[in-house]
């Protein structure tokens, strides 16, 4: 499996825009890129996906490099809520939808208010 | 739509006591996921199982450990004769392999202590 690479942590002010970055060199044309996010005690939960496109959703943006090599998950006004571990991660298949889920060490975020 | 749900949410035993974990998946989701996570560390991948055949497993999963689904629906995991390595919080997630976005949905995981 193709490995990604984040800084293992980040702060952030209450309602500044947050980028966290994502390096995964390997990537190959049929892997997706998938973002989740796990709040402390709590299970991981989804955040968002992408092949090539930068992508848009209620809870966050995903922009992906051209060459595919890194992408950036950005929380547009980050809250104390937000507060989390946030892991990329590749994940193989047409749909992003075959296989498991590698997860690294992900990027421990921290907001401050 | 009650979300993937575990039991028990924690779990204290003496080494080499059997312990089971069971997982109750989002209906109608085919798919079904085993983690373990330590402190600090991210999720490590188990097993999945479509439907009610395991389709994959980790190096992690050691002969002590067994994953069962058998009607397709919930699944357990257990584990015999525990060591106090095998502590560790362990999680169940759920998918749909057609459908949808492919995302997991996790339950909120069963805490074990191996004393």
Sequence with gaps: DAKTTQPNSMESNEEEPVHLPCNHST?????????????????????????T??????????AIAEDRKSSTLI???ATLR???VYYCILRVGPSGSQG?????????????? | DTGVSQDPRHKITKR??????????????????????????????LTYFQNEAQLEK??????????????GSFSTLEIQRTEQGDSAMYL????????GTGELFFGEGSRLTVL
């Design chain 2, 58 to 71: 980790s190096r992690l999963l050691s002969d002590r450990f067994s994953a069962e689904r058998p009607k």
């Design chain 1, 27 to 51: 990537i190959s044309g049929t892997d997706y890129i998938h973002w989740y996010r796990q709040l402390p005690s709590q299970g991981p939960e989804y955040v968002i996906h992408g092949l």
């Design chain 1, 53 to 62: 496109s930068n992508v848009n959703n209620r809870m966050a943006s995903l």
């Design chain 1, 100 to 113: 498991n889920l590698i997860f690294g060490k992900g990027t421990k975020l921290s907001v401050k208010p």
């Design chain 2, 16 to 45: 080499g006591q059997n312990v089971t974990f069971r997982c109750d998946p989002i209906s109608e989701h085919n798919r079904l996921y085993w983690y373990r996570q330590t402190l600090g560390q991210g999720p490590e991948f």
């Design chain 1, 75 to 77: 929380l547009h006004r």
């Design chain 1, 82 to 84: 937000d507060a989390a």
């Design chain 2, 92 to 99: 169940c997630a759920s998918t749909r392999t057609s459908g």
